[in-house]
């Protein structure tokens, strides 16, 4: 028996996936100048906070606060009945149902901002869900854990075999350390749904230009070359806010590998922000903006600017989030597709957010058996049918041509292991540095190397504010 009490309305739809790595901003580039000293902050608070809660560390899986309570499973989320992640945790609960017959799922509907603002204070008592939907990243999933909060869930992840289930790069967002870093450490969350940044294209505006899609950075330069030759601006461009961000990483992956990807988001080793990776990137980016394939006013244009203009047909292409994938389909007149960004193994994007256990859940073993069911291929099919990008998902069982390409896109990456986050992640505060530096890159006030100047030294601050250094 279900039921269901809606405590809020829920945010819903695709913003979900502009939440970057935990704050309550709308984009995955966020601004974390509210939290700049949350997290360092963790490591001292987290004793006082532990002994109140009962402790959270350790390896382990989920042990309940109070008296375990077969009877009854209490979900926390806050999706639309008809997102895609509202469809398939729907199934997910259907099949629990069936194989829990004696179980009551009580489901209550929550927004992100009340999840977000009180979760810290619900889950100091005892009424708390037996599983909960939470933003990944440091700054909430991972001061949960290092408060003791959220119930570690390393044995769970073996014994259902997760680890099998989601690529190294799924799990980063999904393991904390003692401080509370992403990356390392037991599990405390599972994501089953990701995003990623890839390519939208106007294939109406391709085909009059006679162009093909671009399989290397190299034939994307000629494309946009072609068009710039034709009088078109080749790239719609944001750079108020996270999309130009992204367009530079995304050049910076070009010459990236792992190794950097884990120096630059996990602090596993020093960044050289005027080293080759991060020199070609910024550099690159200055010549396509002296080349006109970056619009000269796209300095003070936002992420809605950018999509309306393509959607329009301003623009032949949008380097942007799968979170759009919703909205272009639905608005865009013409016709149009989507590749991943040329020649790059390592693409922008992440898991979607966690399920997590609140420590003092009354249903710890329920929770982990629900977790384990919203893996389920046939869960996950539902994801993939409805464009929510499942992490164990089958593309070919997609009929849907435009869900089917997105889906296949995001597997390609997961195939290799290619996600590599936002360039906002590693440091409090860093999106309002990179919108800054970049900003200035596309006005020609800054070179090249003054922008690495200005983001390595916001890096370098942030990285010692976190680490106590």
Not at 446 to 452: G, S
Request: glycine letters at 12%; proline letters at 4%; a negative charge.
């Amino acid at each position: 028996m279900i039921h269901r009490r809606i405590v809020g309305a829920s945010r819903g739809g695709d913003d979900h996936g502009r939440r970057g790595a935990g704050l309550d901003e709308e984009d995955p580039m966020l601004d974390r100048a509210r939290t700049a000293r949350a997290i360092a902050l963790i490591a001292a608070s987290t004793l006082t906070l532990t002994a109140c809660v009962g402790g959270g560390g350790g390896g382990g899986g989920a042990s309940g606060g109070g008296d375990t309570d077969d009877t009854t499973l209490t979900i926390w989320h806050y999706e639309n009945d008809d997102s895609a992640m509202g469809q398939a945790w729907a199934k997910a609960i259907e099949i629990f149902e069936d194989e829990h017959p004696d179980v009551t799922v009580d489901v209550e509907k929550q927004t992100f901002e009340q999840i977000q603002k009180n979760a810290k204070i619900v889950l100091t008592g005892d009424d708390v869900p037996d599983v909960m939907e939470y933003n990944k990243g440091n700054a909430t999933a991972g001061q949960l854990a290092a408060q003791g909060l959220i119930a570690p869930l390393t044995d769970a992840a073996e014994k259902n075999g997760w680890a099998d289930k989601l690529s190294g790069s799924l799990q980063t967002t999904a393991r904390y350390d003692e401080n509370g870093l992403m990356g390392s450490g037991d599990w405390y969350g599972v994501p089953n749904y990701g995003e990623f940044v890839g390519v939208y294209y106007n294939k109406q505006m391709f085909e009059k230009a006679g162009l093909e899609v671009p399989t290397t950075l190299d034939e994307l330069e000629q494309v946009m070359k072609a068009f710039k030759d034709d009088g078109v601006t080749p790239l719609a461009e944001a750079g108020a806010e996270y999309p130009m961000g992204q367009l530079w990483y995304e050049l910076v992956l070009a010459n990236a590998d792992r190794d950097l990807v884990d120096r630059y988001q996990l602090f596993d080793g020093d960044v050289d922000f005027h080293g080759p990776e991060l020199t070609a990137a910024t550099e690159k980016l200055d010549r396509w903006i002296k080349d006109g394939y970056v619009a000269s006013d796209s300095a003070g244009l936002t992420a809605e600017d950018m999509g309306v203009a393509f959607m329009k047909g301003d623009y032949p292409m949008m380097v942007s989030g799968s979170w759009w994938f919703g909205r272009v389909t639905a608005e865009m007149k013409d016709d149009w597709g989507q590749f991943n960004f040329p020649g790059n193994t390592l693409q922008v994007g992440s898991s979607g957010n966690l399920w997590v256990v609140p420590t003092n859940a009354d249903s710890p073993s329920l929770a982990e058996e629900f977790i384990d069911t919203t893996l389920r291929p046939e869960v996950q099919d539902v994801l993939a049918q409805t464009g929510g990008l499942p992490v164990a998902g089958d593309a070919s069982t997609i009929t849907d041509e435009k869900t089917r390409e997105l889906t296949q896109n995001f597997q390609d990456i997961l195939d290799d292991d290619g996600l590599a986050f936002y360039p906002d992640w590693p440091v409090p505060g860093y999106y309002d540095t990179i919108v800054s530096q970049l900003q200035s890159l596309v006005n020609q006030s800054k070179t090249p190397d003054q922008v690495l100047d200005g983001l390595g030294s916001a890096y370098t601050d942030g990285k010692a504010d976190l680490l106590g250094e």
